[in-house]
Structures are given as C-alpha cells and as structure tokens.
C-alpha cells in the first residue's frame, strides 16, 4: 500500500520500491547525437510487487530483467510519456528484499540545456566541437537514465563513460580506473555518498583541466574549452578560500573526494552543484583578473561559492520534496555572501547586496508576489521557484534572522541542523527547530510568518500614537519615545493590506540627548510604543543596520531627524540605501510625491558608495520614459547637476590609494552622465576611450569599460554597430562577449534593432538570446517595435529556447508603460500563456500596472519639476 495522498500518488512514485544503488554506464556518441546506457540498480522491495514503477523520458529502453539470488523475474516494459514513467510488468511477484534491476536504454543527445544534451564551440580551426554534459535539475535526469527521480530517493551511483580515445570524461566521483573498450575507453569513477539523482553529472567532450590544487586534501580543477587556460586562476583561488570557509562554518567536511569546476559554452542557468562536478556558465567562472572589473570578480566568486555552499546545504542534506527547494537555495546565497565578505572583505558584499535585497522587495510588493515557499504537487510547478523571491528575499529574511540572533548562535543552530540530517532529507521547519533549540528563540513561528505568507510589511516610525491607533495609555512618559507600526506594503494597495502581520525583528538605533543606544524587539502586533526616556529624541534609524525585510516610513519630524544631518545620525551605507530605496517606494506606490524623492537624493550629492548612488539614480530610467523628448533635457541637467560634480571628484582614470570600490561608482556615474544626463562631452570622450579600447584592452581602466560600451552605442550609428557584432564574435574573454552583444539592444537606430533581434533566432546562443530580447524590449526609441517583433515570433521563440527563459525573454515589456501599449500587452500574454514561469509573468504585468499609475500621477507635474529642479 502506498503511503502517499491521492493527489501524491499523481505525481510522486509509489514507496513500495527504494533505489539504493545505481552502476551506470553510458556510452555517448557526439557525432550522431546519441548516448547507449545499461544500469543495474539495487533497491529494496518492501511489499510484494507485481511491478516495478520509475522515471523516464525521451528514451528507448530495450529491455529490463529483475533478479535476487538464484531468482531472475523476465519482465516487459511499458512507457508512459505523458506522465513520465517507466513501468517494469514482471512476470511473476518480487517478495520483499534486496533485488536487482537491469535495464537497457538509449537516447538523444538534444540541444535544449536539460537533460543528457549537447553544447558546442568552433576552435581556433573553424571547426564545431561537441560537448556532452548534463543538467538535471529540478526533473531531467530521467531523460538520461531510468530512476526513482524524486528527491529523497537518495542512492549511491557508481558512473561508468565510455569514450573515444582523446576525449575528457568527468563525473561527480574521482576516476578509479580506465580500460580500453573497443576502440574506445570505459572510464569508471569512484561511488557517490548517498544523493538524489538531480544531483548527478557527467561530461564528455574535447576539455582541458588545470593541474589539481590540494585543498587540505580535496583535488580542486577547473575544466574549459582548449584556449582558455588563463582564465583559470580566479576561480581556482575562490574555489580554495569556499571550501575552507564553509569546512570551518559548518564543522563537517567536504562530503566529497573532489571537486570539479566545469565552464560549460551552453548552459541554461548560471551553475549547478553536482556533487564534486559543479557545471558552469563559462562568465561565471572563466575570468582575466587583470582586465575585468572589479564587479566580473565579484560575480564570479558570488557564483562560485554560491555552488560550493550547495555541497553541504543542498548535496549532503536536501529537501524532501521541490517545495524545499527555496531553502536550498536561499541558503546558498546567504553563505555565498558570507564566504565573499570574507574573502575580499574589501568589497563589503553585504552592502552590495542591498540591491538584491531591493529587487525581491520590488517583486514582493506585487499582489502578484507569492509565499517564499508553496505547496507544490507536479514537480514542473517547482520551476517556479528559481525566482528573486527564492534567491534574494528568501537569503535576506536568512540574513535578517540571523542579524536578530547574532551570528555566532545562529551557526551554532546550523551545525545542529547539519549534524543531525547529513545524508538525509528535511523540510523547512527542521531548519527552525534546530536553530530554535540552539538558541532559545521563538524562530519557527517567527519565520512562518515570513516564509508561509507573501509580501512584507511596512513599518511606519511616528511619535504621535494617534495616527497608529496605540492608545493614549501606551503612550510613554517623557519626549523619547515612539511608535511603530506595521501594515501590508503593496504598490497597488488592497483592502486586506491592514490586516496583515507579521513577527518583525527590528532592530532600533537612536539618538537621546545625544546618547546614542540600541534595541531590538520583534513587533508582531499591529503597533508597538518604544520608550527611549525622558530626554529629547533626537533622531532614530527603525532598521538598524540595515537587514530587516521591510520597508521603513518615517512620519516628517522623524525624517527631519534623519536627514536634517546624515552625518550625525552615522547611517551606514546600507542604512542610507535603504532610506533612499524607500522613499522610492512610497513614491512608486502613491503614498508620497516624486518631489519627495527629488529632494532627498538632492542630499546626496557627496556620496562614495556605488550601491547608495544606485540606488539613487535606478529610478531616473523609469522617470525618463515619462517624459517627452522635448522635456529631457530639463531631467538631463538634473542629472548633470547632481552627477556631475561627484564624477570630476573620482575621474576618469584610477588613483593610488583609492578604495576597492571607487572604480565601480566611477564607472555608474559615467554610464549615467552619458545616457540619460547625455552629457555631450562624456559622451565623446567615451567614444574616444572605446575606439582607443578596441585598439589596445590595457589602455582603458577595467572598471569603466561596460560604461564606454554602454554610451557608444547608446549613440552609436552603422559603423559602430558592425565593430560590436565583430567584437562579440570575436571576443577575449567571456564576458566581453556578452558585453557586445547585450549591447547591439542599446543603438538607437530602428533598422539596427531589427537586426539584433534577428540575430537573436539565428546566431545567439540559446542560453542568452532571450535576454537579449528583454534588453531590445527596454531600448528607449523602439521598445514597442521590439514587442510587435516577439508578438509576430511568439510560438517559434517559445519553441527554440529553454522553457525557464520564457518568462525573463518579457520582463522588459514592464517599461512599456503607456495605456495604450499595457492594454494590449495583458491582452496577448493573457491569450499567450508560457509553459514554465507564468507567475513571474503575471508580476510582470502588474509592474507595468504599478508604472503606468506613476507616470500618470506625475504627469502633470513632470515636465515642470526638473525645470525647477
């Protein structure tokens, strides 16, 4: 009898069968496009069957057999493609016990980034490589072998590949031996720990490898395309600091005997964290340390300790089903961030990471938002959660905990968690109650709130309780106190907003007399009166260091207080970005005017972090499209004027002595003054440095070279265009080669665009052309050209590229923010809906809703306020 509920039993296998062991060989051919497998698998039969249920697609099995002891069971096989599954009909009963199962198999080696599948690369011969490799995640790797492909059916997979002669082969284990086979050679790699199949790898094809680096006894490598050697040495070098970092955090070591970083040419996500064989975009990994700038870097050790992080929250203790899969990778990102912090404390990655924080609240201010983690049933409504909402808002209600905790009790809670589910499975709140029984917190029922529930609140700081309704007997003595309150933050505001709760950990800083003090309280009710005694409250930061998930309004004399001397409040550059981010919101959502945001980055003006002044100028994109071309140029000397002078104080070229991120804000002021300030001499002069920089790559300061490419062809014309489709055939370094391309999306020039879009069907890589469609989609002059192009291709498109790119391919259509063209863009995604992703759509949508209402608020007043400005 199954144990599982009947809508379960739709999607899920029967338990009466348990995989523990699968030997794997496979054989794949990368001139036909094909791969021959056979596997034994060892399960365990708990009840007598009659047949044997798994997973399957896209391939042929050629017969099964089933033994145990002297036993053999023939068998016949029926294939179910709708629902995915393998059926083995035995003839005659398996009794409960240990049999084995043997299968023969094939399939296709398809070119669709999921799966067993094909990435190709043209060598300094003109000739095409292939590459097999695999990407499993979340359902996929039932399209490489037949398997219990769910995952808490964890098993030990001992991986055959038979190969030609010359040819690199890679698993999740180190090779244990090799053995001619044909002309070609089988090369068989060490058993696995017990993992889930997702979590399997393998890659065959024309690589090299870095020699191994001893990481306190775990080989590290780096696997490329022949060529790219020199590109190596970052990733090696993060590689080492993550894996010593995160054997340190969670006292447990590398689960396995190696690990393996592969820089894949076709490769759907950003990476994966198969056990000891983590597959990579070759951006996320291959980089030239002396020529990228300081933010490729970054990107670089983000992702790559992101992934190693995954070796132990995710590979040794994994979700129990895909409704877990937020946690794995919220977790991810929270330890990636604290291995960079770490590793170049320098950057202050923490503070960076307030613009992702930003972007989850963006998208978590929706009606459209959804609970951090959902119910899932079939495993495709898992694809779902691959969001912002996952990754940045689940790693800062994370980061917000363990804040509130204190770091060191909060690990200790980690630990506890590791300790008791390494090799095993677990859902959520197994994480809250270890951290619960570490520290004595109420944790579980403070994370539900954040976790089970979309959306976050908004806390308003005033001293007059009567606008929060706290009551005059909560009312505190004397002239420090405050009272805070929470409701339901939405763009577009709903009736049930007020009635919304959540437990919020807030942390307070103020200043009483001059005396400055700290508190923390979890405000779960409605309001909260917070006496700071009898003396003059002279100012007050309701987020305190910066890490709480909410939104922050200060009622005008506390904002007085804040802003009337930032420098005696001592914002941090978190604080200050939030009080900026913040204030763009209540802009943004109807609850304060845009001059209120005008007059606050106004303040601004002699700012030395890149992230606040990102925060500041992010908005003037949208703000720009509300205008006509005849009242520009009153936004373009704002801009200048505010801009302006903290761009000559930096300059073009670096310093000596300057800070690790001067060269980041150098490069956004820059960007910002030579597109929308159109500032007519940065422009020429980033003309000058592109032309000189296709001349010579070390003339030109790493760090501004996206922002020269950027303005170039933001102005650029035919000639222009035809250096940068030369220069993203042609490229040095991954990175360079997306920066040309994603830049062909920024000329203005109509017949251009078109030409770019074009490229997108027939040139561009699958794994970035959608991306290169949202960027037309945002281009100033033809976005809306850009839209009737994908309406007119909107089945081929959706046919050619990977199904979990469907939804980002539109994301740009948000800025399309006219009446007219938003009712015709809901109309036909309405009529046009996408396999994978419609919720990020339906967000979407309503953020082309938020943008419409904000430019026609402001519409009035718009062309007159940077005239005044």
């Keep these: 009898m199954s144990d599982l509920v009947p809508d379960e039993q739709t999607y899920r296998l029967p338990r009466s069968v348990i995989p523990r062991h699968y030997e794997l060989t496979l054989a ?54 709708e629902r995915e599954r393998v059926t083995v009909a035995l003839q005659g009963t398996a009794q409960p016990g240990e049999w084995q199962i043997e299968l023969r198999f094939s399939g296709v080696l398809n070119d669709k980034l999921a799966g067993f599948y094909r990435s190709t690369y043209t060598g300094d011969d003109g000739v095409e490589r292939v590459i097999a490799t695999t990407q499993f995640e979340s359902t996929d790797a039932r399209r490489a072998f037949p398997c219990w492909d769910e995952p808490d059916f964890k098993a030990v997979f001992a991986v055959t590949l038979v190969v030609e002669e010359g040819l690199v082969a890679i698993s999740n284990g180190p090779v244990v031996r090799e053995v001619p086979m044909d002309g070609k050679r089988a090369v068989t790699f060490a058993d696995t720990m017990v993992m889930s199949t997702y979590l399997v ?35 090696l070098e993060v590689g080492a600091h993550s894996l010593r970092f995160f054997t340190d955090y969670f ?133 779902g959660m691959f969001d912002v909402l996952t990754y940045q808002k689940g790693a800062s209600v994370v980061r917000m905990l363990e804040q509130y905790l204190g770091a060191d009790a909060f690990r200790s809670g980690i630990r506890l968690y590791m300790q008791k589910h390494a090799y095993g499975n677990t859902e959520t709140t197994d994480l809250w109650d270890a951290i619960e029984e570490a520290t004595g917190e109420p944790v579980r029922s403070t994370m539900d709130s954040w976790i089970f529930q979309g959306g976050h609140p908004i806390v308003t700081v005033d001293s007059d309780e009567a606008e929060t309704g706290a009551g005059e007997d909560a009312r505190p003595p004397g002239g420090g106190g405050v009272t805070l309150s929470q409701r339901r933050f939405r763009y577009l505001a709903a009736p049930d907003d007020a009635d919304a709760r959540w437990q ?14 700290t508190r923390k309280l979890l405000l779960a009710d409605q309001a909260a009166v917070i006496d700071f005694g009898e003396g003059k409250l002279d100012w007050l930061v309701a987020n305190a260091g910066g890490s709480g998930f909410y939104r922050t ?55 030395p972090d890149p992230t606040v002044w990102a925060a500041v100028l992010g908005p003037f994109g949208l703000v720009e499209r509300g205008l006509g071309e005849e009242d520009r140029p009153a936004l373009q000397g704002f801009l200048r004027r505010l801009v302006g002078p903290a761009f000559e104080r930096v300059g073009w070229t670096s310093q ?153 391919m539109i994301e740009s259509v948000s800025l399309l923010a006219t009446p007219e063209l938003a009712g015709e863009i809901r109309a036909f995604l309405t009529e046009h809906p996408v396999v994978a992703g419609q919720k990020t759509v339906e967000q979407t949508l309503e953020r082309l809703d938020v943008n419409v209402a904000f430019l026609q608020r402001e519409q009035e007043r718009l062309p007159l306020l940077f005239a005044e400005a």
């Design 656 to 808: 000596p002595g300057e800070s690790e991120k001067t060269p980041t804000l150098r490069a956004l002021l820059l960007d910002r003054l030579g597109t929308i300030g159109a500032d007519p001499a940065v422009q020429r002069r980033a003309a000058e440095l592109h032309r000189s920089y296709l001349q010579d790559r070390a003339s030109v300061d790493a760090d501004i070279v996206p922002s020269i490419i950027h303005i170039t062809a933001h102005i650029g014309g035919e000639s222009d265009y035809h250096e940068f489709l030369e220069r993203y055939r042609h490229p040095a370094t991954p990175q360079e080669e997306v920066r040309y391309l994603m830049a062909l999306a920024s000329f203005h020039d109509e017949a251009l665009l078109r030409r770019t879009l074009e490229l997108a069907v027939t040139e561009v890589r699958t794994q970035n052309a959608p991306f290169l469609i949202n960027s037309a989609l945002a281009n100033l002059a033809h976005g809306p050209m850009a839209w009737q192009w994908v309406t007119e291709r909107w089945d081929s498109l959706l046919e050619r590229f990977p199904h979990n790119s469907h939804a980002r």
């Design 504 to 517: 919020v950990p807030v942390i307070l800083r103020a200043s009483v007399d001059g005396t400055v003090a």
């Design 251 to 383: 006292g447990i070591p590398y689960p396995a005997e190696k690990l393996d970083l592969i820089a894949l040419p076709d490769f759907a996500f950003g990476a994966m964290e198969n056990l000891g064989a983590v597959t990579f975009r070759e951006t996320a990994l291959l980089v030239d340390r002396e020529a990228a700038s300081r933010l490729d870097l970054e990107r670089v050790a983000d992702v790559v300790a992101h992934e190693i992080a995954h070796m132990w929250f995710g590979d040794l203790v994994t979700m129990k089903w895909w409704n877990g899969i937020w946690l794995n990778e919220a977790f991810a990102t929270f330890m990636e961030l604290l291995a960079v912090d770490a590793f170049r404390p320098e950057w202050e990655r923490w503070v960076s990471f307030s613009t992702g924080r930003a972007s989850a609240m963006n998208t978590d201010g929706m009606r459209a938002t959804r609970p951090v983690e959902f119910p899932v049933a079939a495993p495709e409504e898992a694809e």
């Design 553 to 607: 309004r200060y009622a005008p004399d506390q904002l007085r207080g804040l802003t009337g001397d930032l420098a005696a409040a001592q914002l941090s550059a978190v604080e200050r970005f939030n009080l900026v981010s913040d204030t763009w919101a209540s802009v943004l959502s109807g609850l304060a005017p845009l001059q209120d945001f005008i007059d606050l980055v106004r303040l601004f003006g002699d700012e």
């Design 28 to 81: 794949p051919d990368l001139r036909a496009f094909r791969f021959d497998g056979v596997e034994t698998v060892t399960v365990d039969v708990l009840e007598p069957v009659s047949e044997i249920v798994l997973n399957g697609a896209d391939l042929e099995i050629q017969g099964a057999v089933v033994r145990s002891g002297g036993t053999t069971l023939a068998a016949d096989v029926r294939l179910d493609p």
């Design 201 to 235: 790898a393998f890659v065959v094809g024309p690589l090299e490898l870095t020699a191994p680096v001893d990481v306190d006894g775990t080989p590290l490598r780096v696997a490329y395309v022949p060529g790219k050697a020199h590109l190596s040495a970052f990733a």
